[in-house]
């Protein structure tokens, strides 16, 4: 069990539609389709992949991070430095 | 033909490498691994959509937006109004 | 007191370093130096802004949502939804 | 002359104004203020400074590298190069 798990589902199926954006993509690619409009798409792509980040995240806060630090000691410390640094990546990326 | 024709096999088996990376994010949540380790991949996916990105830019600034240019005219001043609302959309994504 | 005041001193030297940078971007505007100049000094200061806030973002999971969480109740939760929107905000900007 | 002569004002105002939200920021740390409202507003200041970024560029596509490609040469790839990596470097910050 982890802090996503209860929405297993809606996670599996945004990265459903992700994957068929990239496939669009290589469509797009392989039709010589104008630039422009592949940049558009890829725009697309990585906003709903962000999305799936912040919700991942955000069940992590809630779940993972928040039992860690109920239960106290070094693990809660541990807990919040990982996530610190996930965050450092997504905002970085 | 586009200003990335030239690259087109680079581009696709960078968009199918990503694919896999998505499928991959797919197989990770339906297996309960760990939140961090999954929002790692969506920052690798992430960058790699960038970097395809940039690229793409890259050559129709080169090509696209050069070949506009140097005929002149209305077509030259919309294509680069055209550039700019792409780069801000990927900077603001 | 907040989670970010026994590194006050810290964080306050860094926004006087970056409001250094911006009246060092007007300058170079006022004197019409290269654009590509600029940018690159837009980027520095940008990702200095940046790291204020994944620091600040640190000291807040570690202290106040870490303080909260082991208190328990609604208050908790309120917490890290906080958390969670400023975390989304800064991966938009 | 640069690209972005013709709207100087508008850029030192925008830029002064920046300067005052760091400015601003710095008292809020003092006054030890709340994590979350500091997040916010670096945020805005952030988003701010980028925008400067995606106007200086976007003169800079319009005036330099138009003209530099107009003209032809080695001069134009260079100018376009350079665009290309100011891009990355905003997309990465």
Redesign the interface.
């Given at each position: 069990?982890?802090?996503?798990?209860g929405d297993?589902d809606v996670?599996?199926k945004r990265?459903?539609r992700?994957?068929g954006q990239?496939?669009g993509?290589?469509r797009m690619?392989?039709d010589?389709?104008?630039?422009?409009d592949?940049?558009?798409q890829?725009?697309a792509?990585?906003?709903a992949?962000?999305s799936?980040?912040?919700g991942?995240?955000?069940?992590?806060?809630?779940h993972?991070?928040?039992e860690a630090?109920?239960e106290?000691g070094d693990a809660?410390?541990e807990k919040?430095?990982?996530?610190?640094e996930?965050?450092?990546?997504?905002?970085?990326?």
């Open positions: 069990m982890r802090g996503y798990s297993k996670y599996l990265l459903r992700i994957e990239i496939r993509l290589q690619i392989d010589d389709e104008y630039c422009i592949i940049l558009t890829i725009s792509a990585t906003k992949l962000q799936v980040s912040l991942l995240l955000d069940e992590h806060l809630k993972c991070v928040a630090v109920a106290g809660a410390e919040v430095r990982e996530a610190s996930a965050i450092a990546r997504l905002v970085r990326s």
